[in-house]
């Protein structure tokens, strides 16, 4: 085994979910691709030490990205990304040829000019459902037409099989160079009831994620901003991990120095009384019928935290889960941890865009299963960091669209305006 940091590049980055997963894995992911520049400076918030280049993938080269980042010539590992496939129900028509998958497209172009020695393309389940297969055996075709083979026993992989308290299913699909060896699908993560003989997934609750949480309502500062310094209470064993408050064997992500009394991503919602009255009255578990929020169950998963709408389709904000025990809706770092995002990690300060960030990314601990399977066929043993890192320069996480485009270089209608509608700002 050689002992090693392989490099990565993600080409969908978002605020870094899938980065996060494949550094913690053992990877160095060197550069990562995002078009929204709000997204691009949180992610470069939280992995400052890398390169976050705000660009299309559409317009990028492999050139661009090599010389805009440390990877140079250096051979690269994976790459890996979500790209969205809009236009795979189209019949009598070449998906690669619609317009609306250039981004399946251009992330295909991408891989095929980084060489890397793997990819994972990550995507809702949707596309491999009936004649969605079509456009699939299309993306296996021109793989294998340019030197690549893919993993065609493809799999639906559910985030709550691997840690993560949230009922997520996301299709991956895995290949690499010809002459190499495919990697497998990770397995699902089991705990053994031996009083009924039985194997069964194992996952953290919804409770496990957030019961030591300060409840933010006894904090009136989080009215008008998103941090304050609060008591936590005690920690579940999924908390402990996700703190670094216990060793984690195989975790190889660089440590952040962060203030452990500090809650953040933690601004109040303004809820009516009404809407109070609504949450109180709702079993958890159930949908309450008037906002159709579910009431999360304490003792289950969080069922899978959606992003809304973009700027440029209405900006709406997606429904979001009450409270188990405090009829409220979920704060933002509420869902970073029913999302498995680790506490030192920052969003940005406005809920609309905090729940978008989550809900657009993969859970990072999904993601690194999936790139754990990747490390063993690399033959790599990974390096653990010594060195900690601190994370600066929080005025990032306040920028608005023209003042993250204007810091990243790029037009502030590089991904359209944001469209206010009455119904996208209203609160419950």
């Known amino acids: 085994m050689t ?3 392989p490099i990565a590049v993600d080409l969908f980055a978002g605020v870094g979910g899938m980065t996060l997963g494949f550094e913690q894995a053992g990877f160095d992911v060197l550069a990562s691709i995002e078009i929204d520049p709000v997204h691009c400076i949180i992610h470069h918030y939280n992995f400052p030490f890398w390169t976050t280049i705000c660009a299309s993938v559409t317009m ?4 661009e990205i090599r010389e805009l980042s440390t990877i140079k010539n250096k051979p690269i590992d994976v790459v890996f990304g979500g790209p969205p496939c809009q236009g795979f129900s189209l019949m009598g028509k070449r998906s690669l040829e619609d317009n609306r998958n250039s981004l399946v497209k251009h992330f295909i172009r991408l891989v095929l000019e980084l060489e890397p020695k793997y990819f994972v393309m990550e ?3 949707g596309i491999a459902i009936g004649k969605h297969q079509n456009s699939l055996q299309e993306i296996f075709d021109e793989f294998a037409n340019n030197n690549y083979q893919v993993q065609t026993e493809y799999e639906i992989l559910n985030a709550a099989n691997y840690g993560v308290p949230q009922l997520r299913k996301r299709l991956f ?4 160079k010809k002459g190499l060896k495919l990697p497998n699908y990770p397995n699902i993560r089991t705990k053994y009831y031996p009083e009924d003989n039985l194997l069964l997934p194992q996952s953290p609750t919804v409770k496990d994620a957030i019961q030591d949480l ?17 008591d936590y209470s005690q920690p579940s064993h999924y908390v402990k991990k996700l703190k670094n408050l216990s060793n984690v064997i195989d975790d190889y992500s660089y440590p952040r120095n962060y203030n452990k009394t500090l809650l953040t991503a933690s601004l109040r919602t303004k809820h009516t009384q009404k809407s109070i009255d609504r949450f109180n009255q709702t079993i958890p578990g159930k949908i309450e019928p008037i906002s159709r ?3 999360l169950n304490p003792d289950g998963l969080c069922n899978t935290l959606r992003a809304g709408t973009p700027s440029n389709r209405g900006a709406y904000t997606s429904p979001r889960p009450i409270h188990p025990f405090t009829p409220r809706c979920i704060t933002v770092r509420e869902a970073a941890r029913l ?9 940005h300060v406005t809920k609309w865009h905090g729940f978008r960030q989550i809900g657009n990314s993969v859970p990072p601990l999904l993601a690194k299963a999936v790139a754990q399977e990747i490390i063993k066929v690399l033959e790599i043993s990974p390096v653990k960091p010594r060195k900690k890192y601190e994370l600066k320069n929080e005025d990032l996480l306040s920028f608005n669209m023209t003042q993250a485009a204007q810091y990243c270089n790029v037009s502030p209608d590089i991904i359209g305006k944001r469209i206010r509608t009455k119904d996208s700002r209203k609160e419950t």
Not at 60 to 63: G, L, R, S, Y
């Open 3 to 5: 002992q090693k940091r």
């Open 123 to 125: 995507n809702v389940p």
């Open 60 to 63: 990028i080269t492999a050139k």
């Open 214 to 230: 300060p409840e933010v309502n006894h904090y009136p500062e989080l009215n008008y901003r998103d941090w304050v310094i609060a």
């Open 173 to 176: 699909l895995i290949g690499s």
């Open 339 to 347: 999302h498995s995002y680790p506490d030192w990690f920052r969003f």
């Open 293 to 295: 929020f579910l009431k």
